[in-house]
Every structure is written in structure tokens, then in C-alpha cells.
């Protein structure tokens, strides 16, 4: 994954099939900033047959373009049948999920961890 260095912080989106599981992995600042990697991401998350988990343990700050990555990944890969999940989510995701009423529709795995 590479990480898009911003004012000091870094954010990065990445994807890999690991196992039995395609990985979509998050961290940092998730924001506009990504736009390009969270489109390339997709695309090869969408190509691979597998189940999505999205990790978003390392999630630091996440805006509306990077929520909407989230639920635009959702849709589509369970528009062809697979599931989607998030692993190990914690407040900064969770809650704007919550927010805007979505937060039973991306099912966590792992032990989230409250912030």
C-alpha cells in the first residue's frame, strides 16, 4: 500500500487476497486525498471472487468521500452475492456509520476496539 503523506499525517488504501479473504486495508487519513488509490482499490477488490473484510483498524480520521468508499464497496460487492465486513472497527468508523443509519448493514469481525 502507499501511503499519501498531507500537511504531516498519512493516509493509504490497499488491497490483497489473503487466503480465502480479499483484504481492502485502510489506515491513517482516509479522504480525498485517496481518491485514485480507493478507485484502484475497488477495482481489484470488485474483481476478485472472494469475501470482502475492509480493516479499518488503523483508521485514524475518515471523511465523507472515505465513508463513501466504504458503503460504495459494500453495495457493489454485495450486488454480486459476496459479503462484506469490517474488521476490527472502532468509534472513528463506527459512529459515522451510525450516524447516517448504516452501521447494521457492514457487519464488524474481530474484537472492535472502542475509542
Known amino acids: 500500500m502507499h501511503l499519501i503523506e498531507k500537511n504531516g499525517a498519512a493516509g493509504g488504501i490497499g488491497v490483497a487476497d ?3 479473504v480479499t483484504v481492502v486495508t ?6 480525498a486525498a485517496l481518491r ?3 478507485s484502484e482499490s475497488m477495482a481489484a ?3 476478485s471472487p472472494l469475501r470482502v ?5 488503523d483508521v485514524t480520521f475518515i471523511d465523507s468521500s472515505g465513508l463513501a468508499f466504504v458503503l460504495q464497496l459494500h453495495l457493489a460487492a454485495t ?3 459476496r459479503r462484506v465486513t469490517l474488521h476490527d472497527p472502532h468509534g472513528t468508523v463506527t459512529d459515522l456509520l451510525a450516524m447516517i443509519g448504516m452501521a447494521d448493514e457492514i457487519q464488524p469481525e474481530g474484537d472492535p476496539v472502542r475509542a
Request: proline content about 0%; aromatic content about 0%.
Open 36 to 38: 485514485e488509490q480507493a
Open 18 to 20: 489473503v487466503d480465502d
Open 26 to 31: 485502510m489506515q491513517g487519513e482516509v479522504d
Open 53 to 57: 473484510v475492509i480493516d479499518v483498524s
Open 79 to 81: 450486488e454480486t452475492g
Open 45 to 47: 477488490a470488485l474483481t
